[in-house]
């Protein structure tokens, strides 16, 4: 089944003589359950890509589809309910708030959905325990080595459950080996029927995936 349907995506930014188009016509399927990397030079609309696919961006044309729902009519309020109950984001820098604990970290999407505590504290320790950092929940995360604040950041994209994760050049700021096991997590986590969807510099990474989709100039090569 089809989860995600983009047909003639384009993005353009500026007005006028400044107009830039990061993305041109863009058609794209995928598939519930897919694990897909999405290749090219920086500047090739990776980003743009998966920004309007996660609706923390609206195309300039064309049409997103997502479950059957037409994603390109949502208002800011019905795109925010859309992210909350349909996308986990990583990104490289792991954008955590460095004055909340782990736990806090993980936490906050579920707050923002007003769940309530007891069930945040559940939800949170085993989310922890799964990604095997369940005794850094108290340490901040200037306490803890890059590829922990990683795990840290997929801890609280699967806070609530996401059908998708858009995962943005989520290797980029560990070494090699954290790298590969990041890689893993990813792996197991689509096993599990989340689809997966790696904006990467990383050859191995990208080839590790089910799907390649390379893009050049913003169109999809």
């Given at each position: ?11 353009v ?6 107009k ?8 794209l ?8 990397s999405?290749v090219g ?7 743009t ?10 195309a300039?044309?064309?049409e ?11 208002k800011?309020n019905e ?11 990583i990104v490289?820098?792991f ?17 923002y959905?007003k769940?309530s ?5 559940r ?22 080595s890059g ?5 840290v950041a ?35 986590l689509?096993?599990?029927?989340i689809?997966v969807?790696?904006a ?16 050049k100039?913003g169109?999809?090569?």
């Amino acid at each position: 089944m089809d989860i995600i349907k983009l047909n003639n995506i384009s993005k353009v930014y500026g007005k006028n003589n400044a107009k830039v188009g990061a993305l041109k016509n863009i058609s794209l399927n995928i598939k519930q359950g897919e694990l897909i990397s999405v290749v090219g030079k920086s500047g090739c609309g990776k980003s743009t890509l998966l920004n309007i696919i996660g609706g923390l961006d609206i195309a300039s044309s064309g049409e997103y589809t997502f479950k059957d729902k037409k994603v390109s009519n949502l208002k800011t309020n019905e795109l925010a309910k859309f992210r909350s109950e349909n996308i986990g984001f990583i990104v490289q820098h792991f954008a955590l708030i460095n004055d909340m604990t782990v736990f806090e970290n993980v936490a906050l999407p579920l707050k923002y959905n007003k769940k309530s505590s007891k069930e945040i504290k559940r939800t949170v320790m085993e989310i922890l325990e799964e990604m095997e950092i369940l005794e850094k929940a108290s340490s901040y995360p200037t306490q803890i080595s890059g590829g922990q604040c990683q795990r840290v950041a997929i801890s609280r994209a699967l806070a609530c459950k996401p059908s998708v994760i858009l995962a943005d050049e989520p290797t980029g700021a560990v070494d090699e080996q954290t790298g590969l096991q990041i890689l893993e997590t990813f792996k197991r986590l689509n096993k599990q029927g989340i689809t997966v969807i790696i904006a990467t510099h990383d050859k191995e990474i990208a080839n590790s995936c089910n799907r390649v989709i390379e893009m050049k100039d913003g169109m999809i090569i």
